[in-house]
């Protein structure tokens, strides 16, 4: 079992230069992305809003399944970060895609974790994400984050 480091260990992960196995799992990530269901999922998730559990859809629904298959995927992707297994700053420099995932999903993320009762729920990708914030300079964020949330509002 991999245990999920603490913010000393994930920070000595981000200064350690990447290494050719970092790339070549960078690489298998993206190509992993390319996958016709997930690029399917992926164009949904694109244009989904939930602000509230109650808003997801159904279980047994397609776009249930896409929403599971966009989140699991990208928090698995952040657990090979947190693990220390891949390069912190390599994968952000090549998934800007996970912090577009993780925007849209911020919010709604803790009141999943009480409504699943999993308080560890997508944690992976909230660490990282969040890592991915703090790269960002803070008005290139919020001007990111209030494109992220007119998308939700239909502007």
Not at 125 to 151: C, D, H, M
């Amino acid at each position: 079992m991999i245990v999920p480091p603490g913010p000393d260990i994930i920070e000595a992960m981000a200064n350690q230069p990447a290494t050719y196995e970092d790339a070549n799992l960078c690489l298998k990530l993206y190509e992993l992305r390319r996958e016709e269901t997930m690029r399917t999922a992926r164009n949904w998730f694109a244009t989904f809003h939930a602000a509230t559990p109650a808003d997801l859809p159904p279980m047994g629904a397609p776009e249930n399944a896409y929403f599971r298959m966009v989140t699991s995927y990208w928090d698995m992707a952040a657990s090979f970060v947190t693990s220390g297994v891949l390069n912190q700053e390599l994968f952000l420099e090549t998934n800007g895609e996970l912090l577009f995932v993780w925007e849209k999903v911020r919010e709604l993320v803790p009141q999943l974790r009480t409504a699943f009762g999993s308080p560890t729920y997508l944690k992976n990708l909230e660490t990282v994400g969040n890592a991915a914030i703090q790269r960002v300079p803070a008005e290139a964020y919020k001007a990111f984050s209030a494109r992220i949330k007119g998308i939700a509002a239909g502007r």
